[in-house]
């Protein structure tokens, strides 16, 4: 439509003004509309509850929350204060033993191995991992930048007319899909540097391997964001190659399925080669049990990523979500937790700073703390998609769990720091260890309260999808995720570049940027924008909280604008990281 109202809502819902849609697209997309509809409002058999659980909130058509979610939420409250009160008695029995026998067998090191350390010519070829990974990130924040911008000015970016080039559905689609990438990138990289280091072993060739897992996984970004790009400009009209090249359509996962298969074997590529390196190790008898752990949680992060791949064309929307979220919470924030915990445990014991049976007590404790709450946690992302009520028991209940080793995070805290100054040339590990340091920061903040949050069932009712959801996700997938690719970065980097030529200063800037812009994103706009949705969503319904005149109400853009000055804080320590290692790789070849 070209009238007035029409086109003001294109422009208020960042549509580009000029698409369109043939009769048969605009039936199609009005019969899915029509079928969630019913799937919403019509009670299962026997069932005084709707196939989604009387979701969304609409009082109109008689969804209000039945008896099961007020019940269950009550009692994921309950496991949450029963799971705390375990896990501190716990901590407090068992820190006075912990903190005894924390320092290694003979001592702390006295010198650094890093500084005698032989760099092989695989773990010399991740240093292009670490350039794209910079890259990604920088392009990353400013899709982010443009797709934030559009919630106040639908059609481009302070006047530049973007819409029709970089719709929103382009950037934020690219955006996700960004953060995802460059912090699996710069975690694959980091176990392609150490796994040599860890063994002192350069298996045939490694270097091979590294530079066509390289040349591949940047192959898979181009050819995805193409096809993404092409797909929903409408210039593949087949759905089934859209489906197989373009955009799947489903959020993470919107590369096409055989880029989506390519990504699969290059991850199987990568567990290949780490493996390679890190299989002489497991014959010393010491550490053995330690890189045995470390080779379990890299075959998982391969295998995992496959649940995505559970899925068809016509696979039924409610079975999608299923497997889709294997990949989502499991792989990104299970498997991926339990790798970096391993291989910062064994990089300690390596460096002489940890004792390997309390590095290993350590892996195992916060895989099994991690794994039983998130495995059926998982569960919390399907309550409305056409699941049983036992899924929404289940999701409540173990979702709480999740939170509670969050909530003891000061203790690994002071232990690290009791680490990180125990000898002179610590000092040269400061700023990877204060990236460190603030993922534990952020893992209660942004994991832990954010998360629980919007967690159990009454309140993910009203605030499904409400920027409550992106308060939560921007605080945990970078805030925890984010910045600890950016301390394995560092520690990789201090083999790769002359760490006595380090801008120091650019660090400082760069780590104190990024938190502080992180804070002032989600404390002064995210959450509140979230918080006010919430409010609209629980008095009227949750449809009105989503609406134009909502979302361009004065109170809302408002929250929008609030955002700038975090976001512009934030750019400068993305900016300042860069340059950081711009001018670290620059030194070094000039050397």
Not at 57 to 69: E, F, K, R, Y
Not at 189 to 196: I, Q, R, S, V
Request: with cysteine; proline share 3%; aromatic share 16%.
């Amino acid at each position: 439509a070209k009238d007035r109202i029409s086109l003001k809502l294109r422009k208020d819902y960042a549509f580009p003004l000029n698409s369109v849609l043939d009769e048969q697209d605009a039936r199609q997309l009005t019969a899915f509309f029509c079928w969630t509809a019913w799937a919403a409002v019509t009670n299962r058999p026997n069932d005084d509850v709707s196939y989604t659980s009387n979701w969304p909130h609409d009082p109109l058509v008689g969804n209000t929350p039945s008896a099961s979610i007020l019940m269950w939420s009550l009692i994921s409250i309950l496991m949450l204060l029963a799971g705390i009160g375990w896990i501190v008695w716990y901590y407090a029995r068992q820190f006075d033993n912990w903190r005894e026998h924390q320092k290694p067998e003979n001592g702390y090191a006295q010198k650094d191995i890093m500084t005698t350390m032989h760099i092989t010519p695989s773990m010399r070829a991740t240093a292009k991992y670490f350039w794209v990974v910079t890259a990604l990130f920088v392009v990353q924040v400013l899709l982010g930048i443009i797709t934030a911008h559009y919630a106040v000015e639908g059609q481009g970016l302070y006047g530049l007319p973007l819409i029709d080039y970089l719709p929103y559905a382009v950037t934020r689609t690219w955006h996700t899909q960004l953060s995802i990438l460059w912090i699996a990138t710069a975690w694959l990289a980091t176990g392609l540097y150490f796994a040599p280091m860890l063994s002192g072993h350069e298996p045939k060739y490694q270097r091979f391997g590294v530079n066509f897992l390289f040349f591949s996984l940047l192959l898979i970004v181009v050819g995805s964001f193409a096809g993404e790009w092409l797909a929903i400009h409408g210039f593949i009209d087949d759905l089934t190659i859209t489906f197989w090249f373009g955009h799947q359509g489903y959020e993470y996962m919107d590369l096409g399925r055989f880029w989506q298969i390519y990504l699969f074997i290059g991850l199987l590529l990568w567990v290949v080669l780490v493996l390679r390196g890190l299989w002489p190790a497991l014959q010393d008898k010491a550490s053995g049990s330690l890189v045995f752990l470390v080779i379990i949680s890299t075959v998982s992060i391969g295998l995992l990523y496959g649940a995505g791949l559970m899925w068809g064309q016509h696979t039924h929307i409610s079975i999608m979500e299923y497997w889709r979220w294997w990949v989502v919470h499991l792989w990104v924030e299970g498997i991926f937790e339990v790798f970096a915990t391993a291989i910062i445990s064994t990089i300690f014991v390596r460096m002489g700073l940890l004792r390997v049976s309390v590095a290993t007590t350590m892996i195992l404790f916060a895989t099994i703390i991690f794994l039983v709450g998130g495995v059926l946690g998982t569960f919390h992302h399907m309550y409305w998609s056409g699941t049983p009520i036992s899924v929404l028991a289940l999701g409540a209940t173990f979702s709480a769990l999740e939170v509670v080793p969050l909530m003891v995070v000061g203790f690994e805290a002071y232990s690290r720091s009791k680490i990180e100054h125990e000898i002179e040339w610590e000092k040269n590990y400061h700023w990877p260890f204060m990236f460190f340091s603030a993922v534990l920061v952020w893992n209660m903040i942004g994991a832990g309260l954010f998360g629980f949050l919007i967690n159990p069932p009454i309140s993910l009712y009203y605030l499904q999808g409400l920027n409550t959801t992106a308060n939560h996700g921007h605080a945990a997938l970078f805030g925890v995720y984010g910045m600890l690719g950016l301390g394995l970065m560092l520690f990789c980097l201090r083999g790769l570049t002359d760490i006595n030529q380090w801008n120091q200063k650019l660090l400082k800037i760069s780590f104190w940027s990024l938190n502080i812009g992180l804070a002032m994103m989600t404390f002064l706009s995210l959450l509140p924008q979230g918080l006010w949705q919430a409010y609209a969503s629980i008095k009227h319904y949750y449809a009105f909280a989503r609406t134009a005149e909502f979302m361009h109400s004065s109170v809302m853009e408002g929250f929008v604008w609030a955002r700038v000055p975090g976001d512009i804080i934030f750019s400068i320590g993305v900016f300042a990281f860069a340059m950081f290692v711009y001018q670290a790789f620059k030194n070094k070849l000039n050397d």
